[in-house]
């Protein structure tokens, strides 16, 4: 009785593979084996078998990159010894070998790293797919770079977000990532240019908040960002969703004048004048010279009508930021409008002079009214001030 109790307690703990892993690890085929995974994995008898499974999955994807790797290899000896044939290679197969390499990979580790029946973690696999899968993985960065030099935007999207998704995944945390600093969040602000274009807009979201980690892409990064958080707001509820993500980002970095002004244009798209001037009012309590805030007051001013506010506020931010053409003709359509409605005559003129400085500027800023359209605004107040027979008034009408 007591051998049969060990027979089977033995047969128990040597058990072989269930037939549902057998189906899969008989394929040598990547995407049969994949097939027949997603078939029978959940007839599987453990996380340990899983973990078996899709690691079979990523070595047949990694046998699939070593023929690719290896030609490279063959091809670039053969180049230097000035010997041999420069042999044609499957670039699209080597990119998406590598793709599926990664996906499998994590999806093993999901289940290696689940403890066994008596409650151990020993993972298998992590290691040896983290290094092999790493060490191949900036072939994502040159096919997608050729795709997308081939406008082939959709293939650029998956390699390089490939590239960027497992940069930043955990699994390859204990990797070196110097080597890619340079280049990393370059990669991923692309991906997410891309991913806005497909219209993939929380994937764009994802790239761009990882761009932003880069300070060379981290302006280019955040205005891409909040460009697309105010993208396709289709009702009040979507406009609620899109101001606290933008709340969020700005908290995180309040003295960013960008995101400041992104949360304000959400406010005034909802008519919420209150949240605006709450916003603003504080913004400036902490950051006086802000120019977003300067210039949003300002612009709020002149919506309400109110010239005389609207100037106080936007000589503030001419202040802060003396080369913006817009603030200087919106600044000089302020003071004309104080001109016309002062019923004193020699403060009216001196209101005039002020806005023709401000329209001056504008001018000189931006002589080609690419940014601002002072023409028209500037011949008013020389007309208000000089007349129109003058050849001041004469010469800014030629500018209209």
């Known amino acids: ?31 049969e084996a994949a097939q027949l995974l997603q078939q029978n994995l959940g007839q599987m008898a453990d996380a340990a078998e899983k973990a078996k499974a899709y690691n079979h999955l990523v070595d047949l994807a990694m046998n699939k990159v070593s023929k690719e790797t290896g030609t490279i290899t063959e091809n670039q000896v053969a180049q230097q010894m000035g010997q041999g044939k420069v042999q044609p290679y499957d670039t699209l197969g080597l990119a998406d070998a590598i793709c599926d390499a990664i996906y499998n990979a994590v999806e093993c580790n999901k289940y290696d790293q689940q403890p066994d029946a008596k409650g151990r973690v020993k993972p298998k696999f992590a290691e040896k797919n983290a290094q092999r899968i790493w060490a191949v993985r900036t072939h994502l960065v040159n096919v997608g770079q050729e795709e997308a030099r081939k406008e082939s935007k959709t293939l650029a999207l998956k390699y390089w977000g490939g590239f960027v998704d497992s940069g930043v995944d955990p699994f390859f945390a204990a990797q070196n990532h110097e080597n890619e ?5 370059q990669v991923a602000l692309f991906s997410g240019r891309y991913a806005f274009e497909a219209q993939d807009l929380e994937r764009a979201n994802k790239y761009f908040e990882i761009a932003k980690k880069d300070p060379t892409q981290k302006t280019d990064a955040l205005n891409y960002q909040l460009y697309v958080l105010r993208q396709n707001l289709k009702n009040h509820a979507d406009s609620l969703a899109a101001i606290n993500k933008i709340k969020a980002i700005y908290e995180a970095e309040p003295d960013n004048d960008a995101t400041l002004d992104a949360l304000n244009q959400m406010y005034d798209g909802m008519k919420d004048k209150a949240a605006q001037n709450a916003l603003l009012d504080n913004h400036l309590a902490k950051y006086p010279n802000s120019f977003a805030a300067l210039a949003n007051k300002g612009l709020m001013a002149m919506a309400e009508n109110d010239a005389v506010k609207g100037a106080e506020w936007l000589r503030k931010a001419a202040v802060a930021k003396p080369d913006n053409a817009v603030i200087y003709t919106y600044l000089g359509i302020c003071l004309s409008s104080q001109a016309a409605n002062c019923e004193d005559n020699a403060k009216g003129k001196e209101f005039y002079k002020q806005a023709i400085e401000a329209f001056d500027k504008a001018k000189e800023l931006d002589p080609d009214k690419h940014q601002a359209n002072w023409g028209y605004n500037r011949y008013q107040a020389y007309y208000g001030l000089y007349g129109e027979d003058d050849p001041r008034t004469k010469a800014a009408e030629q500018d209209r």
């Open 1 to 31: 009785m007591m051998m049969a109790m060990m027979f089977v307690a033995g047969a128990t703990a040597f058990a072989g593979d269930s037939d549902a892993l057998k189906a899969v690890m008989k394929s040598k085929n990547y995407a």
């Open 181 to 185: 600093k340079e280049y990393f969040g």
